[in-house]
């Protein structure tokens, strides 16, 4: 088994790629997410990002919180995986 740096991806397998993972973080935040309390987000702003998912802008907690590095690394490689279905368009 040869281990590279590339993943090819069939393009009949990336739609269905992205709605599994629109799926899977659509139900994580339903699921998971709970919105962090003004005072946490005063006290380490830098451990926050906005995640616009869905039309809906959620707060995580992306270096310390589970849930949260799990919805900001969902939502990242979704924005990716749609960028470069655009790209081949």
């Given at each position: 088994?040869t281990?590279?740096?590339?993943?090819?991806?069939?393009?009949?397998?990336?739609?269905?790629?992205?709605?599994?993972?629109?799926?899977?973080?659509r139900?994580?935040?339903?699921?998971?997410?709970?919105?962090?309390?003004?005072?946490?987000?005063?006290?380490?702003?830098?451990?926050?990002?906005?995640?616009?998912?869905?039309?809906?802008?959620?707060?995580?907690?992306?270096?310390?919180?589970?849930?949260?590095?799990?919805?900001?690394?969902?939502?990242?490689?979704?924005?990716?995986?749609?960028?470069?279905?655009?790209?081949?368009?």
């Amino acid at each position: 088994i040869t281990i590279s740096d590339e993943l090819a991806i069939p393009d009949i397998l990336l739609n269905d790629l992205i709605d599994l993972i629109n799926e899977s973080l659509r139900h994580l935040v339903k699921a998971e997410y709970q919105e962090p309390t003004h005072k946490q987000r005063s006290k380490y702003p830098s451990r926050y990002q906005k995640v616009e998912f869905e039309g809906v802008v959620y707060v995580v907690d992306y270096r310390k919180d589970l849930t949260g590095k799990n919805i900001y690394a969902l939502n990242y490689l979704l924005s990716w995986l749609q960028e470069k279905l655009v790209d081949k368009v």
